[in-house]
């Protein structure tokens, strides 16, 4: 469904990501695991559109994006979960929800889908005209999946999704995450949590320094001592 | 007692254009960070536009606002995409000496096309006055207020609940998270700047029956604009209105019980007692 090949891309012409070539196939979780630092948020801003690669491909659905804009990409399908949240904090749930929902090919559906979107969450569904900001942060990565899933995403990619969340919390992330795969949904989890995203994800790729230095399926990436190595910055 | 009252409803009246002023900057800062120093030479720029409308086809500025508003936000429009947005990312400072930059060639373009004197624009409602008591009104003003408010409110709405005016705010809370939601940040930029510099021409409308207009005048509205910008927080909506009142009442009141002169300088008085005591000016919000 997602293919990148020979991604180069950096800030000020400094590469942070060289020649990496990841792929996603249709209903599958794909784990994206690295240190701090190694390249995983630069990546999934690539597959955004918000930072623009310096050589490489992205390939969607047989189509070539990697010049798409950020805008058209949405379009797609092609969600982004940014790390850190980004609630729009002075807006409530709900006006959170509907801008999820902002693009051409999801406003027609954004009644449906906000229904839908509340029953996952019924937390939310509670505090649907408090100010995002005032949200604790568990809420507030609720509220940030709840408007990915707004735009009716293909693919969802969930940039560190745990961070600085307390375990029961992670534990229902992660919880959702595996409800969301049942019913087929295409995911890119980032994640620093090696373990949990091991138990949740069908394949993984490791980065390390901008490369791509362990990949495969999760239980061979578990065994395979170059992960640890790659996870502990050796 | 009659002064007083006088002086309130003037205030209040002016206060209201002041307002809407400071709207159309207090918008294009919440989503672009750009401070417009050539503000108050746009406004002139509208009324010249209305006096060459005058003196062409002998149109009221009322009737001509109808043609100067889409012309000035075009313009708008233009200058945003062209000058303002090559220059994102870049320092403040260059960007604050190009809006001044721009503010020169404004004044000087105005200087050449109609010369230096100054000139009426003149209206069939300019020398109507609405007498309540002891008060004295002049319709051109109530107008004002009641358009000023009128466009407040709508804008008001149109950010609380329409699509376009949630991406507005979008771009202004968190910009990246504004474009992960697929909303076009640039095209947000250019369009509310747009409708900032159309803003200031129905601003310009407002103000000029009964106003003499030279060009060289866009500085003074720049830095009554800015005052009231930053009285009301920068972005915060319902404060820059109500700094627009305060910034008119103190006008109005400094000219009546001070002097013609010395009166014009009780707004800035004003205006530094108010951020010496509150910093973050007349909002209750501190964002
Ligand atoms: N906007 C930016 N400008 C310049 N350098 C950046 C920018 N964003 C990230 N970097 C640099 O690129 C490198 C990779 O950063 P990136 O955010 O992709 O790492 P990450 O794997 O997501 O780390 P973390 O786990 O901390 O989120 C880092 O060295 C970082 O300093
Ligand atoms: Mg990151």
Redesign the pocket.
């Known amino acids: 469904m997602l293919e990148v090949e020979g991604l180069v891309a950096?800030?000020?012409g400094t590469p942070?990501l060289r020649d990496v070539s990841v792929r996603l196939a249709a209903g599958e979780i794909v784990g994206l695991l690295?240190a701090?630092?190694?390249?995983?948020?630069?990546?999934i801003n690539c597959l955004s559109g918000i930072v623009q690669p310096m050589a490489g491909r992205i390939v969607f659905d047989g189509q070539d994006v990697t010049r798409a804009t950020a805008r058209e990409r949405v379009e797609l399908g092609i969600i982004q979960v940014p790390?850190g949240r980004l609630v729009f904090p002075e807006m409530s749930i709900r006006e959170n929800l509907l801008l999820g929902g902002f693009c051409d090919r999801a406003r027609p559906h954004r009644p449906a889908q906000m229904e839908k979107v509340l029953e996952l969450f019924p937390r939310l569904k509670e505090r649907l005209t408090q100010a995002a900001g005032t949200l604790s942060g568990g809420e507030q990565q609720m509220l940030a999946i709840g408007r990915g899933l707004m735009a009716e995403a293909r693919i969802l990619m969930l940039d560190?999704p745990s961070l600085g969340l307390s375990p029961l919390f992670v534990q229902y992330i992660f919880e959702i995450i595996d409800k969301l795969h049942k019913d087929g949904l295409t995911m890119l989890l980032v994640e620093?949590n090696l373990n949990l995203t091991l138990r949740h994800a069908q394949r993984c790729y490791v980065?390390e320094r901008g490369q791509i230095a362990v990949e495969g399926d999760a239980d061979i990436v578990k065994n395979d001592p170059r992960t640890r190595q790659a996870y502990l910055g050796l | 007692m009659s002064e007083f009252w006088q002086a309130l409803a003037q205030g209040v009246l002016i206060g209201s254009t002041y307002g809407l002023l400071a709207l159309g900057m207090g918008l294009v800062y919440g989503v672009s960070g750009i401070v417009n120093f050539a503000h108050g030479d746009f406004i002139s720029l509208a009324m010249f536009m209305s006096l060459a409308l005058f003196s062409a086809f002998a149109l009221d500025p009322y009737v001509s606002a109808l043609i100067t508003i889409p012309v000035m936000a075009l313009i708008g429009g233009l200058v945003y995409r062209y000058l303002l947005r090559p220059m994102a990312g870049h320092q403040f400072l260059m960007i604050v000496q190009l809006t001044l930059g721009l503010s020169l060639v404004i004044q000087n373009g105005i200087l050449m096309v109609f010369g230096g004197q100054p000139a009426r624009t003149p209206s069939i409602v300019e020398s109507k006055l609405i007498i309540l008591g002891d008060v004295v009104l002049r319709l051109p003003h109530l107008i004002a207020f009641v358009v000023a408010f009128a466009m407040a409110i709508g804008l008001y709405v149109m950010l609380r609940s329409t699509d376009f005016g949630r991406s507005i705010r979008a771009v202004h809370q968190n910009a990246r998270a504004a474009a992960l939601m697929g909303v076009d940040v640039g095209r947000v930029q250019v369009v509310t700047f747009a409708i900032g510099v159309g803003i200031l021409a129905v601003a310009a409308a407002l103000l000029l029956p009964g106003t003499p207009i030279t060009p060289t005048q866009g500085l003074q509205y720049t830095v009554i604009t800015l005052l009231v910008v930053v009285l009301g927080g920068m972005t915060n909506f319902v404060s820059i209105m109500l700094s627009g009142l305060v910034i008119g009442l103190s006008e109005a009141f400094g000219q009546i019980y001070v002097s013609d002169t010395l009166g014009r300088l009780v707004p800035y008085a004003i205006f530094v007692l108010i951020m010496l005591f509150r910093p973050q000016g007349l909002t209750w919000r501190t964002s």
């Open positions: 950096g800030y000020g942070m690295g701090n630092n190694a390249g995983k948020t630069t990546l790390e560190e620093q980065l």
